[in-house]
């Protein structure tokens, strides 16, 4: 976001070379800012004014060795830009509008926040925990780790405090602004995680114990069983018929061995072999958290959302193995992870739980 503070001789420079902006707002609800109105640069998002969000305190606790309340003033802040769309009565999508939000990454708000697992004897790696948000109104959303700290772009998840609309210049749609902090989800297609008012987060692991064999080899499972809160509801042993396969190019990078190849890798997305196990609605799409584990018992945890509901076509692909090949029959590959920690070899259970 531009700042009205510039060098001396910029200003200058502004001042007598350039047309004069709109004046600022500097009302109580909206933030000082340079508003490029007559479209001086190529920026498309500062052109209107930018209004401040109420924040409420906001705790962190759970399993974390440091819990206590957010200090904002010590975090950087970031900006995304969406195009909000939510569920309506009848669960259509239902545009609402499109804006710049301004604040602080829940990357930056856990940084320093310990992880302290209770499952840590048994499996220590993070990459099976999420964080829970919870609204003034008891509304919750979830966010895996992964999702957070592992994504090819990070910042992209934010508490905002500040709003400003993007406006079409044909049209010049106007969209209803928020008056309070909100979660920003900035990947997600439907914004059903994006809610007002966050006033806690709580870090947890996966609920689910997994048996262990570190070592396993030849590792191998014939079929997926698809688990809802604690019930199986179908079993995968192939494609689905009407999937159709795709091709991702990729660095295959992993944040403790580094490089393991350049190969590309070919499947079907994950979302089209599962949604009839796991169908879109509004409490999957927020509060859905899933475990998905391999047959030695290495797992990660996946939201729901970055499973079904993203923005930026980087899917999680499932790939098919030749018939008892080691770390068949599936795999998962996370098109959207800078690192391949959550690529799942033989895997034989995915979970869904709230």
Same mark, same amino acid.
Do not use: M
């Given at each position: 976001m531009k700042k009205l503070i510039y060098l001396p001789l910029l200003n200058l420079c502004l001042i007598s070379c350039n047309p004069?902006?709109?004046?600022?707002?500097?009302? *109580? #609800?909206?933030?000082?800012?340079?508003?490029d109105s007559t479209e001086m640069t190529n920026n498309f998002y500062d052109n209107t004014e930018t209004y401040k969000l109420t924040v409420? +305190?906001?705790?962190?606790?759970g399993e974390i060795a440091n819990p206590g309340k957010v200090d904002f003033s010590t975090l950087p802040r970031h900006s995304?830009?969406?195009k909000e769309t939510l569920l309506d009565s009848a669960g259509k999508d239902k545009f609402i509008g499109a804006y710049r939000y301004d604040g602080y990454s829940l990357f930056d708000i856990l940084e320093k926040r310990i992880p302290q697992k209770v499952n840590a004897e048994e499996?220590?790696?993070i990459i099976d925990m999420f964080a829970e948000i919870e609204n003034d109104r008891g509304e919750k959303v979830v966010f895996s780790w992964g999702e957070i700290y592992y994504p090819n772009i990070l910042h992209r998840i934010l508490i905002a405090d500040g709003v400003s609309r993007i406006v079409p210049s044909k049209t010049k749609d106007v969209w209803d602004l928020p008056v309070v902090s909100k979660v920003v989800a900035g990947n997600d297609l439907?914004?059903?995680? #994006?809610i007002s008012s966050p006033v806690k987060i709580t870090v947890r692991s996966f609920p689910k114990s997994f048996k262990v064999i570190k070592g396993l080899s030849p590792m191998f499972s014939g079929r997926i069983i698809l688990i809802d809160k604690g019930n199986p509801v179908s079993t995968l042993v192939d494609y689905s018929p009407v999937a159709k396969e795709v091709? %991702? #190019?990729t660095i295959f990078y992993g944040r403790g061995k580094g490089i393991h190849s350049t190969e590309p890798f070919t499947g079907i997305m994950l979302?089209?072999?599962?949604?009839?196990?796991?169908?879109?609605?509004? +409490?999957?799409?927020?509060k859905g958290i899933m475990c998905i584990s391999a047959e030695d018992g290495y797992r990660a945890a996946f939201s729901y959302s970055e499973i079904f509901n993203r923005n930026d076509q980087q899917e999680f692909l499932l790939v098919g193995t030749g018939p008892g090949e080691d770390g068949g029959l599936f795999r998962i590959f996370p098109a959207g992870d800078f690192f391949s920690d959550r690529a799942i070899k033989?895997? #034989? *259970?995915?979970?869904? *739980? %709230?």
């Open positions: 004069t902006p709109q004046p600022v707002d500097l009302s *109580e #609800n909206s933030f000082t800012q340079f508003i409420k +305190e906001l705790t962190v606790e995304v830009i969406v499996f220590n790696p439907i914004a059903e995680r #994006n091709t %991702y #190019n979302k089209d072999a599962i949604a009839r196990a796991y169908p879109v609605s509004r +409490e999957n799409l927020r033989s895997v #034989n *259970e995915i979970h869904l *739980e %709230y």
